[in-house]
């Protein structure tokens, strides 16, 4: 049977699986599964199932090809997310920014609810800077944004190992310049364009507002900063604490960054945002940290410093694996999509300030 084949009747399973698993109360979780040790305790019941259940599944980078990897994780994401909600206009669209790399697909999510003109939030998608897409987070970022409120641009960037750094923040640099530029063709005003990212995305958002302020240009109303890589080969202890078992591993990571930069270019502020010794000057941050999340300190780290640094920071850390953003199926992150999106609303579409008691 050929892999592709194979991979997509997994992930059919898969999909049953976590549709079957998604639907048992916490408190047969717990039974099944038990409970989250050491550094994880507090985990939620549905995230430490599905970490136990991908490190029984998960082959290892090492055991398939960027591209095999590709089709997976478009193929996964789409098993653990809940079916697009209604109440959206989707549209899928070319950019063709100024600059080195070509046109770049992207999709736009309006609320049916949304003024024609109005907040904009501009997103990359997460994969270690190797793998993902529009599509594999499209589900999540049409939930976003009928919850919020606030119109999506996903937007895709040239991937490694292909095109290694810094092919990706360019990408995103000469994206924002093209949106900004023409804001009414995707329903947005200026003074209300957010950038915003899971993972590498993430990182890339955090190198946007960076690159924006060397640059001399405005910032976005707000950067959204999902469990970011902001210190490329750190060894912090979630790096170490979280390496196994909770779906993002060490070896995972490693590999996706061995492929993105050389070891010279790890302290690079536009591969390691942390690195940047001035902080100060940059868009307000929302940073969601995961508990149970190898990069899980490094993104506190970053958000503490913003804050040092006098940029308006909410820092939250929720009792979630890495990916939840993608893994809408399950309770425990539909809760953290309400919060996002409660959150996300109140500043974007009310014009009020970042706070934690969504």
């Known amino acids: 049977m050929p892999l592709r ?20 109360p916490d408190g047969l979780l717990r039974l099944l599964f038990g409970h989250a040790p050491g550094p994880a305790g507090g985990l939620s019941a549905d995230a430490w199932a599905v970490g136990r259940i991908v490190g029984i599944l998960d082959r290892g980078p090492r055991a398939a090809k960027v591209g095999q990897m590709r089709f997976e994780t478009d193929l996964l994401s789409a098993a653990v997310a809940a079916p697009r909600p209604c109440g959206l206009e989707i549209r899928d669209l070319e950019l063709d920014p100024a600059g080195e790399g070509g046109p ?24 270690g800077w190797a793998v993902g897409s529009i599509e594999s987070h499209d589900r999540a970022c049409a939930l976003l944004a009928c919850e919020s409120g606030v119109k999506i641009l996903s937007v895709e960037y040239r991937l490694a190992p292909e ?25 947005a005003e200026i003074g209300q364009i957010a950038v915003g990212g899971d993972s590498a995305g993430g990182n890339l958002a955090a190198v946007l507002c960076q690159d924006l302020k060397r640059e001399g240009l405005d910032q976005p109303t707000l950067q959204l900063l999902i469990y970011p890589v902001t210190d490329i080969g750190s060894s912090r202890p979630s790096m170490r604490d979280f390496s196994t078992g909770y779906y993002l591993t060490g070896e995972r990571m490693g590999r996706f960054s061995g492929l993105y930069v050389t070891p010279d270019e790890c302290s690079d502020v536009r ?3 942390i690195r940047e010794p001035d902080l100060s000057g940059l868009a307000p941050a929302w940073v ?11 993104g506190e780290e970053y958000a503490r410093r913003l804050g040092e640094a006098g940029v308006a920071v909410r820092s939250d850390r929720l009792p979630l694996i890495h990916g939840w953003f993608n893994m809408t199926r399950s309770r425990s992150a539909m809760e953290a999509h309400r919060i996002l999106a409660a959150g996300l609303a109140r500043f974007m579409c009310e014009a009020k300030p970042l706070t934690c008691d969504d």
């Open 104 to 127: 770049l697909p992207a999709r736009h999510y309006r609320p049916l609810s949304a003024p024609s003109k109005g907040p904009l939030m501009v997103f990359f998608h997460g994969g």
């Open 271 to 273: 591969a390691s945002p």
């Open 5 to 24: 084949t194979l991979t997509w009747f997994m992930s059919v399973a898969l999909g049953i699986g976590a549709r079957l698993l998604f639907t048992l």
């Open 163 to 187: 095109h290694r750094f810094p092919a990706a923040p360019d990408d995103v640099l000469r994206t924002w310049k093209a949106v900004v530029a023409d804001p009414a063709r995707f329903g």
């Open 288 to 298: 969601m940290n995961s508990l149970a999340d190898p990069l899980r300190d490094e």
